[in-house]
Structures are given as structure tokens and as C-alpha cells.
């Protein structure tokens, strides 16, 4: 079956960087868009970005444009979140999630299968 599995999360000060991966299973990643999403405690999930299946195209959050890049590499069926200039705020627990469309969207509505999560914690 579908399977999502996280990896890369941490405890890193502020300014560093983390890079996170999604590695599938159980799927052609051709035909699935991927997102990244993020909980942090109290707060509702925000969508951070995502990535089409060629990857071509991509969307950010606006609390991440500038600092994130997602990027996929489909031979090896994963996805990277590379997070630069990390902030305190950024502390959440990172999902991943997929879709089967070409195009991609950081509503967390529109994906139907979820990986288990990475806890980052950015913090002095």
C-alpha cells in the first residue's frame, strides 16, 4: 500500500537549516503530487509547500517564501523540504502527504494519503 515515511527532523538553533525527506512507497510518484504541512502544539496544520509530479511547479507558504525549497527527485520516490534560516516559529511537527493530481495545493483537504511526521524544534 501507500506508504509516506519522514525523516531529517531535529533540535537546531535559530539561523541553521534542516533538510527534511518524504520517501514513498507503494506508488508510480509520477502521477502524485506531494505536499509538506506542518502542526505545531495548539495551532491548526498549515500547508508549507508542495510540488507537482513532473515538479515543475511549486507553492509556498507565505511564512516560508525565501527560506524553503521543496524539490523532488521521482527515480529515488522522495521528496526534500530544504529549510534555510530557520525560526523559532517554525517549530512544529512536519508532515508530508500525497495526491493523486498532476498539480499541487497546500490545502491539507485535497491529500488523501499522510506520512507519520518529523518534529522540528528550532530553538537558542
Known amino acids: 500500500q501507500l506508504q509516506l515515511v519522514e525523516s531529517g527532523g531535529g533540535l537546531v538553533q535559530p539561523g541553521e537549516s534542516l533538510r527534511l525527506s518524504c520517501a514513498g512507497s507503494?506508488?508510480?510518484?509520477?502521477?502524485?503530487?506531494i505536499g509538506w504541512f506542518r502542526q505545531a502544539p495548539g495551532k491548526e496544520r498549515e500547508g508549507v509547500s508542495c510540488v507537482s509530479t513532473s515538479g515543475e511547479s511549486t507553492k509556498y507558504g507565505d511564512s516560508v517564501k525565501g527560506r524553503f525549497t521543496i524539490s523532488r527527485d521521482n527515480a529515488k520516490n522522495t521528496v526534500y523540504l530544504q529549510m534555510n534560516s530557520l525560526k523559532p516559529e517554525d517549530t512544529a511537527v512536519y508532515y508530508c502527504a500525497a495526491r493523486p493530481f498532476r498539480r499541487c495545493v497546500l490545502s491539507d483537504f485535497n491529500y488523501e494519503y499522510w506520512g507519520q511526521g518529523t518534529q522540528v524544534t528550532v530553538s537558542s
Open positions: 507503494g506508488f508510480t510518484p509520477d502521477y502524485y503530487a
